[in-house]
């Protein structure tokens, strides 16, 4: 096994720095570009279905609402029992 020698010149230390921040940086550029692939995938699929479920949701609110405002003025229009 070689070992790393103990005397390093300032340029030689700066050289080696800058070689492993360069290969962490590619390294953290990869899973970050796998993890946008990835979430742009969920996000195609997931957009439409969160907007068609926004539009069931608001289709049920109308309809509940203009059946309660209906059953309010059929009740005021229905002769009193007696």
Known sequence: MRRV???ISP???ARRN???DGIVALAIALVVLQLAAGLGVVGFFAAPLFLLGLL???T???VRRLRRRGEGRSA???P???
């Open 80 to 82: 009193a029992a007696g």
């Open 18 to 20: 800058l070689l492993i």
């Open 11 to 13: 340029g030689a230390r």
């Open 60 to 62: 049920e609110a109308a």
């Open 76 to 78: 005021a229009r229905r």
């Open 56 to 58: 069931w949701i608001g």
């Open 5 to 7: 020698p103990q005397r």
